[in-house]
């Protein structure tokens, strides 16, 4: 009970995974931020996606 993979099965499954680390480093770069880390209570949704979007911004302009 020990299936090995098929040399196609591996290779997707290593893309697949370098697509996870690369999207995990971006939530964790994005949560030095403490946007999504603390509870924001403010009703407006727009002003929650603007911090949002400024932290995305900022970890984009971090690591480029």
Same mark, same amino acid.
């Given at each position: 009970? =020990?299936?090995?993979?098929? $040399?196609?099965? =591996?290779?997707?499954?290593?893309? =697949?995974?370098?697509?996870?680390?690369?999207?995990?480093?971006?939530?964790?770069?994005? $949560?030095?931020?403490?946007?999504?880390?603390?509870?924001?209570?403010?009703?407006?949704?727009?002003?929650?996606?603007?911090?949002?979007?400024?932290?995305?911004?900022?970890?984009?302009?971090?690591?480029?």
């Amino acid at each position: 009970p =020990h299936p090995s993979l098929t $040399k196609i099965q =591996h290779r997707a499954n290593r893309h =697949h995974s370098s697509i996870r680390v690369l999207v995990e480093h971006a939530i964790a770069g994005i $949560k030095t931020f403490h946007c999504l880390t603390h509870r924001i209570r403010n009703p407006s949704s727009a002003l929650i996606d603007q911090f949002f979007g400024l932290a995305g911004g900022l970890w984009n302009y971090k690591i480029s």
